[in-house]
């Protein structure tokens, strides 16, 4: 398949979204610029869900069991490595440097059961394992109809969201009520769905022959979304809604648009590549690392824009070198 280098170029923006969402406050500039840039902190996830199942499309359509358990291995490793890693460190540090991270039985319990502690963003990982499993079952079992069966999901993971049963109160009275790997599951399927159905139809490779109408109709349609709601998302509940959705439905198909063919340069392509091989490692260490950074940068600590780039950089030194150290091992996942 041919390069796509504007998503690598739109993974670079995500992978600094990622970082933005838990460690900016905003109170800390009054610069428009940075501040409606930061306004789309939240288009990472869905983003990474849709480009993640348009690219893993075919191999789930192939049913090769091979690719579909190596999906699963580069998904577990990182969502039980790092967890025990951190619990390990934290117990360190709280015994010898009187630190109070996160590090009892219980933490790694709900960690590595519910993620909603140290590391919470693996309820990513969570949902990704879960849905890849799910769509590899229907697609074996329904083959030419699993699309429609998978659609129909989609419905259903809507209809879940606004129904007046409400699954988010439910989780409100259970005593494990920030189970984000659970319950945002209803919240990331229309994502993956929609990834899938893209990758599908090669819907992106279809644009192409309508390059300026796709991309002018998808910067359109994305802007009109952002300034009126669609289907209000749930109070309190960041990734409902179809809003979300459409948006980074745009998003990938105007930075997919992008003339791969001026770039000529193999040392652009080559850094191209480069500033994006570590989106998985940033997503995972994002949160966890500014615990350890807040007593050593005043920025960080703020949570200024100039401590996001401070972060962004420390987390990718840490991916490069361990994929220098890691990266002919299975470990390597942990970094991308």
């Known amino acids: 398949m041919k390069r796509k280098y504007g998503l690598f170029i739109l993974k670079f923006i995500l992978s600094f979204l990622v970082v933005t969402v838990h460690n900016f406050n905003k109170r800390t500039t009054k610069n428009e610029y940075i501040l409606n840039f930061t306004k789309e902190r939240y288009l990472h996830v869905p983003s990474f869900f849709i480009m993640s199942f348009y690219f893993t499309c075919k191999h789930l359509l192939s049913l090769d ?11 577990l490793i990182p969502y039980v490595i790092w967890p025990i890693f951190f619990w390990l460190l934290n117990q360190y540090l709280n015994r010898n440097y009187n ?7 219980e933490d790694l319990k709900q960690q590595l059961l519910l993620s909603n502690k140290y590391m919470h963003p693996l309820w990513f990982n969570f949902n990704l394992i879960v849905i890849t499993i799910t769509f590899f079952i229907i697609i074996f079992i329904f083959r030419k109809h699993s699309l429609f069966i998978l659609q129909l999901l989609l419905l259903l993971s809507y209809l879940i969201q606004y129904s007046k049963y409400n699954y988010n109160n439910f989780f409100m009275r259970n005593q494990y009520y920030n189970v984000l790997s659970i319950k945002s599951i ?6 993956a769905v929609a990834g899938y159905s893209l990758g599908y139809y090669k819907f992106l490779n279809k644009i192409e022959k309508h390059k300026i109408k796709a991309f002018v109709l998808s910067y359109i349609i994305y802007n009109i979304i952002a300034d009126y709601n669609v289907f209000t998302p749930i109070k309190n509940v960041i990734y ?3 809003k979300l959705n459409i948006q980074s439905i745009c998003l990938v198909f105007m930075f997919s648009l992008f003339p791969s063919y001026i770039v000529k340069n ?12 570590y989106t998985g490692g940033i997503y995972y260490l994002h949160v966890p690392i500014r615990m350890y950074l807040n007593d050593y940068s005043e ?23 361990g994929m220098v150290i890691l990266g002919k091992t299975p470990f390597k996942y942990l970094f991308y």
């Open 65 to 75: 069991c091979k690719l579909f358990l190596k999906r699963l291995v580069r998904l």
């Open 99 to 105: 630190k109070r991270f996160p590090a009892t039985y």
């Open 186 to 191: 209803p919240e990331s399927i229309p994502f």
């Open 240 to 242: 409902t809604g179809v």
């Open 266 to 277: 193999k040392n652009i392509k080559k850094f191209l590549i480069f500033i994006t091989n």
């Open 299 to 321: 920025d960080i600590k703020k949570g200024t824009f100039l401590g996001i780039i401070k972060t962004y950089i420390f987390i990718y030194c840490i991916c490069f070198f």
